[in-house]
T-cell receptor, first 114, second 113 residues
Framework: GAGVSQSPSNKVTEKGKDVELRCDPI?????LYWYRQSLGQGLEFLIY????????KSGLPSDRFSAERTGGSVSTLTIQRTQQEDSAVYLC????????????FGPGTRLTVL | GDSVTQMEGPVTLSEEAFLTINCTYT??????LFWYVQYPGEGLQLLLK???ADDKGSNKGFEATYRKETTSFHLEKGSVQVSDSAVYFC????????????WGLGTSLAVNP
């Protein structure tokens, strides 16, 4: 079956612009996670969804970052007023209880803020 | 809070050499432990995992044993191949922490023919 997909694969934007990153999890996976992979910080957790609820937003670095999930499926991560330090690869993962809670990762969105 | 420490790279080996990448962790409760691999130009893939003390995860010739007494999960392979060149990440998740993955910084491995 289809894996986790993310779009766009690459995004170049100017400082101060808003960006939206999309994640399509594996069908039926109720848990969805966003992570960020950057040169200076390694891999960091951003936010966790269970269904459409986000019980853990502790990794969001600032209030410029927000995320939502609709229909228990697609999730969008929005970064407002982007800064150069937001440049990173943003990764989405999904998991299910039936799958032993293994997290399956998408290919990521590479964000470059000029 | 929970944390993972893994040996820094890069690691450069000749084909058929023995590989060890050290990983230690700090966590409350009983975390699950993972090794993920990222091949050049590809996404993260789960390599192996262990969910309780003394469990051994294995895959593609790689092994790691969950050692609670030393809080370690070292990755080993007896004979590496050029195709094993990749970045390896140690990670943990905790049921009490929404199972989010806490990551080591990654170890880059280059295997020369």
């Amino acid at each position: 079956g289809a894996g986790v997909s993310q779009s766009p694969s690459n995004k170049v934007t100017e400082k101060g612009k808003d960006v939206e990153l999309r994640c399509d999890p594996i069908s039926g996976h109720t848990a969805l996670y966003w992570y960020r992979q950057s040169l200076g910080q390694g891999l960091e957790f951003l936010i966790y969804f269970q269904g459409n609820s986000a019980p853990d937003k502790s990794g969001l670095p600032s209030d410029r970052f927000s995320a939502e999930r609709t229909g228990g499926s697609v999730s969008t991560l929005t970064i407002q007023r982007t800064q150069q330090e937001d440049s990173a690869v943003y990764l989405c993962a999904s998991s299910s209880l039936a799958g032993g809670r293994e997290q399956f990762f998408g290919p990521g969105t590479r964000l470059t803020v000029l | 809070g929970d944390s993972v420490t893994q040996m820094e790279g890069p690691v450069t080996l000749s084909e058929e050499a023995f590989l060890t990448i050290n990983c230690t962790y700090t966590a409350t409760g009983y975390p699950s432990l993972f090794w993920y691999v990222q091949y050049p130009g590809e996404g993260l893939q789960l390599l192996l995992k262990a969910t309780k003390a003394d469990d051994k995860g294995s895959n593609k010739g790689f092994e790691a044993t969950y050692r609670k007494e030393t809080t370690s999960f070292h990755l080993e392979k007896g004979s590496v191949q050029v195709s094993d060149s990749a970045v390896y990440f140690c990670a943990l998740s905790n049921a009490g922490n929404n199972r989010k993955l806490i990551w080591g910084l990654g170890t880059s491995l280059a295997v020369n023919p």
